[in-house]
């Protein structure tokens, strides 16, 4: 896949426009608006007790159990099946159908199968992970788009975490419905031009809580996206 559609991270030095004061007020205004969007789309309460949740993302399918860190990933192109626990990095991979049994190969699998979970599921939960340890948010400015609404855009960068640390990202949130509209992925910090700026609409209502998938003329984002509470977990250990 290429660069620009990975999810994610910057380490870098923020840059304060005037006084440390001012700033904190800034950051205190994004986590606002984090705060409200994150309302309008259900409740952190409400995601944190969203148990599975199932979508494909261009020629993959992502299996993922929120609650064990569990995740099945299908790769028909390559006839790859990879099964992994994201937080511990164990797990087994498939080719072809047949066990890899080359511990080599096989933890190679992982770590590619982890980096596909977090660039994948980003452009599926990104608006829940926005307070996640180690993310940086800045409130930017006010702002009109040509449609009319008036947006809060919001820079999104990270510190220490992360598979790619030269990037950053622009959220512009609607004001009235608190939530995304669009994003635009800059791959370098002081890049002054987008690399993409997409839509980041067609929110719907998945279990309890609001995901933005299906995104009408995109070829790249989240796809057939279900929410389940009861689910066969035997799909993260068998073929």
């Known amino acids: 896949m290429k660069t620009i559609y990975k ?3 910057l380490i870098f030095t923020v840059l304060f426009s005037s006084t440390a004061v001012f700033a904190q007020t800034k950051d205190e205004k994004a986590n606002l608006i984090v705060q409200e969007m994150l309302t309008a789309m259900g409740g952190i ?3 944190n007790a969203t148990h599975f949740i199932q979508w494909d993302f261009v ?4 299996f ?3 609650w064990t860190g569990d995740v099945r990933i299908e790769n028909p192109a390559a006839k790859q099946v990879v099964l992994l626990n994201i937080n511990t990095l164990k797990g087994k991979a498939y080719e072809n159908g047949l066990l890899v049994n080359d511990d080599t190969k096989t933890q190679e699998l992982l770590v590619k199968a982890k980096n596909w979970w977090i660039n994948d599921s980003y452009w599926l939960v990104m608006p829940w992970k926005l307070q996640d ?4 948010l800045k409130y930017i400015k006010t702002d009109q788009l040509p449609d009319g609404k008036t947006i809060d855009i919001l820079q999104l960068t990270f510190n220490a975490v992360g598979v790619t640390p030269e990037n950053k990202y622009w959220l512009y949130v609607d004001k009235k419905e608190h939530l995304i509209t669009q994003w635009a992925y800059y ?3 002081n890049d002054t031009e987008p690399k993409f700026l997409k839509p980041w609409n067609n929110y719907q209502k998945t279990g309890t809580i609001l995901l933005s998938f299906d995104r009408p003329n995109e ?3 989240p796809k057939n996206v279900i929410v389940k509470s009861n689910f066969d977990a035997s799909i993260f250990t068998e073929l």
Do not use: E, L, M, S
């Open 59 to 62: 020629n993959r399918k992502i």
């Open 219 to 221: 070829d790249v984002g």
């Open 7 to 9: 999810a994610a991270v």
């Open 45 to 47: 309460k409400n995601y």
């Open 187 to 189: 791959k370098n910090f």
């Open 133 to 136: 340890p180690g993310v940086q």
């Open 64 to 66: 993922w159990d929120k």
